[in-house]
Structures are given as structure tokens and as C-alpha cells.
């Protein structure tokens, strides 16, 4: 079955614990994205993959990292979490961003994180 | 800046038709999606519109006006498992999604 996996779905820690919260896709999608949605302020983006190796920052990457080693992961890392961190997480992914119609994308299950 | 508008919260009766509308002003335009989010749930991928016109997917249409930057979402013969956030997104100038609030569409018998 095509589909992004996460984990921890969820995921209660306290403030300066590192964190991992893993994404991996098994659709052969170039580009893989990490949202943050807390109430009243919709889905905002935290940093993005285009491909292997290739990161950006998204609209509200502060106290994130990412990676894309493989094609398949895009894990987000929290070095040192804070409660304003506490948010629920997508990771997404899509086929590529060059052509409107492969930009369709699938979404992970959601990680509800608390950081107390 | 870049700007989604739509309603925060709709509600409407079993059975009837409603239609959620989104504005956008972005810098430049290559699609506007329309996604469905139950809640605490991921949202899943509705229509997609590039080109001016509806777009008629069963009970969902999409409707798209690139001069008025404008789109709205039609659900006809609502059902209760259609209370959920419908997300409007638009893809810009660098391919990247510019993402509406969403709207909260209540359900009622």
C-alpha cells in the first residue's frame, strides 16, 4: 500500500529532550515536506526536501532540523524541544514539484507531540 | 505577502448543498488544491484546479476564477461524514503550497 509512515504518532517529553520524529514514504516521491498545525493557523510548513540531500527551510523552520539522506526519509529532528513546540506534525510527500499536476500530496498520519 | 482567505467555521443540514469559498493572493499561480481534514486525522487530497471552470467530482465540484482570485468548494447532498476542515491551498510562482486556515464545516441532521 502506498503511504507515509511516522512515528511516534504520539509523543509526550520535556523541554530540552532531543527528539526524532521519523518519515518515510514508499512511493518513490522526489519531494517530502514537514508541517507543523496548531488551532486557528492551519498547516505551516517547517522545512522541505526536493531530493536526495537537498533541504530548505519552510515558512517557520526555528528549533528544527531535517535530513534526506536516502529518498525514502526525511526525518525532523527537535535538539532541544520547547513547549512552544507542542503542535501536531505531518510529514508529506508528493511526486516532484516541477510539473502542477505531480504535486498531489500524501500525508502521513500525524505525530501529536507535547513538551512539557 | 501571500494571503489564503476562507470562512472559519460553516454549518449546514444533511442533505443540502454548500459551498465554501476561498480568495488568494500569491505571487503567481500554478494550481489551487482542495484537501479534507477530519479530525486529528491527515488531510486527504480533494481536486485540483489550474484552469478557470468547475471541475465535477461526484457530489464535490471545484470552481476556479484566476482573474478574481477566487475558488470555492460545492458539496452536494451533504452527508455526516462530510463534517470535517476543508483545506485551500495554492501552489506559487515556486511551486510551493500557500496554505488557507481551513474552513470547519459542521454537519447537522
Known amino acids: 500500500e502506498a503511504q507515509v509512515t511516522q512515528n511516534p504518532r504520539y509523543l509526550i517529553t520535556v523541554t530540552g529532550k532531543k527528539l526524532t520524529v521519523t518519515c518515510s514514504q514508499n512511493m518513490n516521491h522526489e519531494y517530502m515536506s514537514w508541517y507543523r498545525q496548531d488551532p486557528g493557523l492551519g498547516l505551516r510548513q517547517i522545512y522541505y526536501s526536493m531530493n536526495v540531500e537537498v533541504t530548505d527551510k519552510g515558512d517557520v523552520p526555528e528549533g528544527y532540523k531535517v535530513s534526506r539522506k536516502e529518498k525514502r526519509n526525511f526525518p525532523l529532528i527537535l535538539e532541544s524541544p520547547s513547549p512552544n513546540q507542542t503542535s501536531l506534525y505531518f510529514c508529506?510527500?508528493?511526486?516532484?514539484?516541477?510539473?502542477?499536476?505531480?504535486?498531489?500530496?500524501?500525508f502521513g498520519a500525524g505525530s501529536r507531540l507535547t513538551v512539557l | 505577502g501571500q494571503n489564503i482567505d476562507q470562512p472559519t467555521e460553516m454549518t449546514a443540514t444533511e442533505g443540502a448543498i454548500v459551498q465554501i469559498n476561498c480568495t488568494y493572493q500569491t505571487s503567481g499561480f500554478n494550481g489551487l488544491f482542495w484537501y479534507q481534514q477530519h479530525a486529528g486525522e491527515a488531510p486527504t487530497f480533494l481536486s485540483y484546479n489550474v484552469l478557470d471552470g468547475l471541475e465535477e467530482k461526484g457530489r464535490f465540484s471545484s470552481f476556479l476564477s484566476r482573474s478574481k482570485g477566487y475558488s470555492y468548494l460545492l458539496l452536494k447532498e451533504l452527508q455526516m461524514k462530510d463534517s470535517a476542515s476543508y483545506l485551500c491551498a495554492v501552489l506559487d510562482s515556486n511551486y510551493q503550497l500557500i496554505w488557507g486556515a481551513g474552513t470547519k464545516l459542521i454537519i447537522k441532521p
Open positions: 508529506a510527500s508528493s511526486l516532484s514539484t516541477s510539473s502542477s499536476g505531480a504535486n498531489v500530496l500524501t
